[in-house]
């Protein structure tokens, strides 16, 4: 039998992302998210954790999804990405589901151009997209994010 591994399973509208487990932080109830000048269009604006300046990313945006405000019932997915802690606005986060590495279908083989996906999985009640978020923002979005984080803190 394959090992098992672990995704955080969300929802934007009537689809179902993932992420892997051990890049997500935790997931909290939406908070008013504060504007960041001058910050890449992917990014709604920052919010305060814990003390830490967080960048809540839309990732609607990114998906082509339907744009709309963050509600009081949305929540915020805490995760990592190897330059920094981001917030992902979701409509919902729905629990960890296990899979094997043979379950994952690559986005190519699918539907070419997915380069923000990691791979797809078949459930008995739809498809996952499994989201990498390394690839999330390209390099001239993460240092615009970067500069205008540190421009804020100047403020």
Known sequence: MAALDRLVVFSLDECRYALPLPVVERAVR????TPLP?????????????GRVVPVLNIRRRFHLRE?????????LIARTPARTVALAV???EGVVHYSADEVIAPPAIVPGLEYLAGV??????MLFIHDLDLFLSLEEEQALARA??????R
């Not at 939406?30 to 998210?33: A, D, F």
């Not at 001058?38 to 814990?50: R, S």
């Open 68 to 76: 709309r405000e963050p509600g009081v019932c949305d929540q915020l």
């Open 91 to 93: 409509d919902a986060v």
């Open 149 to 154: 984080i540190e421009a804020d803190r100047a």
């Open 121 to 126: 999985i078949k459930l008995d009640d739809g």
């Open 38 to 50: 001058k910050a890449p269009g992917i990014v709604l604006g920052v919010i305060n954790l814990a």
């Open 30 to 33: 939406m908070v008013e998210i």
